[in-house]
């Protein structure tokens, strides 16, 4: 081999490693997971407040109803008989209640198996649209058809749950101290809607007459604990017990009226003095709530994110109407997914993320 041919070679090797070096020199390095919060979901039982506003007035007499109609099968207190808060009045027949339960139940079933019937129909329909076989007209009316099945099946929820209320409420209890003025219902006659069955002479008793809306009204229940407060009297708290719940909405307004007894302990409340409510919703059982601040809009869509093995990835689940910043999840996600909070505007199919410490995003 001559000397030039061995110097076209070194050079040739010498140009091959400077390109390699350049090549490493202008690869971008790999970037590093983004960083975000997670929430775990879990099955949780779940009782919420509900607040309204309403203005104090003398309660020196409480009467006793129910929103429903029902057979009288006890009553438990004689005129003149002195009562305690949460002593028993009447007792109500349960067997229609009972029976509305199990039908709203049976109901319930059959929601939930149109909601899923129409969530498939909307998977197969958005298949074939992204393939451009089927007009995006088609698309918009099958996501119609599944907001109208979701809302149908959170309505037999919200059913479902008023039915148990009813349930509970058929043992009626004083919902003040006081004495019992008027028996005005007897064992063997029927209990209707709004019709008076006890009447009590309250003791250090005042009311709280609030308004419900439409979408919280059958959250409420008589005999709920609530809290309540006045204006003038800053920084005082004040038990009491919803007295009633009314069952035709304001003409005007939509909302329901509710009646808050409160006990009164020497402080100077006044009728006619503001008063704010705070009211201890039913408990919903073994529910998950998905964060609303964990929902992002893409292509349309309303989707989150959950963390899996280091990636984002996108899930669409169904929601129903929830309470304060929290939705009901339906389907489409289960107790232990691990939902992303933050960092969504950065965040696609796949992005590579590591979980942060522990903090409010």
């Not at 509970?168 to 064992?187: C, F, L, Q």
Request: charged share 25%.
């Amino acid at each position: 081999m001559s000397v030039h041919f061995r110097f076209l070679v070194f050079l040739g090797l010498l140009l091959s490693g400077c390109t390699d070096e350049s090549q490493k020199s202008e690869s971008p390095p790999e970037r590093a997971p983004l960083s975000v919060h997670v929430h775990q979901l879990q099955l949780q039982d779940w009782q919420g407040t509900v607040d309204a506003f309403g203005v104090l007035e003398a309660a020196e007499e409480v009467d006793i109803s129910v929103d429903f109609s029902a057979p009288v099968l006890a009553v438990l207190v004689k005129e003149g008989q002195v009562v305690r808060l949460g002593d028993p009045l009447v007792e109500l027949d349960r067997e229609k209640r009972l029976l509305h339960l199990r039908q709203s139940e049976e109901a319930t079933v059959q929601a939930r198996a149109a909601m899923d019937e129409s969530r498939l129909n909307l998977q197969r329909v958005r298949s074939l649209v992204e393939k451009q076989t089927l007009a995006q007209e088609i698309l918009d009316n099958a996501e119609l058809q599944m907001q109208g099945a979701t809302g149908a099946y959170q309505e037999s929820l919200a059913a479902r749950a008023l039915a148990e209320r009813e349930v509970r409420d058929s043992h009626i209890v004083s919902p003040a101290n006081g004495t019992v003025d008027v028996r005005a219902v007897e064992p063997g006659e029927m209990a209707m809607p709004g019709k008076m069955l006890i009447r009590l002479q309250a003791s250090n008793t005042m009311r709280v007459e609030a308004w419900v809306s439409e979408r919280d009204i059958n959250y409420v229940q008589a005999g709920a604990m609530a809290d309540v407060t006045v204006s003038s009297m800053r920084g005082k708290l004040y038990p009491g017990v919803v007295e009633s719940v009314g069952i035709n909405a304001h003409q005007r307004t939509g909302n329901y009226p509710v009646k808050v007894v409160v006990g009164v302990t020497g402080d100077k409340l006044r009728p006619g003095m503001t008063a704010g409510v705070s009211i201890k919703g039913i408990t919903v059982p073994q529910q998950l709530f998905l964060p609303e601040r964990a929902l992002v809009d893409r292509n349309r869509r309303r989707v989150v994110y959950t963390l899996e093995g280091g990636q984002a990835v996108q899930r669409e689940p169904i929601l129903g109407a929830g309470h304060v910043d929290r939705l009901v999840i339906l389907e489409g996600l289960q107790a232990g997914d691990r939902l992303i909070l933050s960092g969504l505007e950065h965040i696609v199919d796949g992005t590579r993320v590591s979980e942060a410490p522990p903090g409010r995003p």
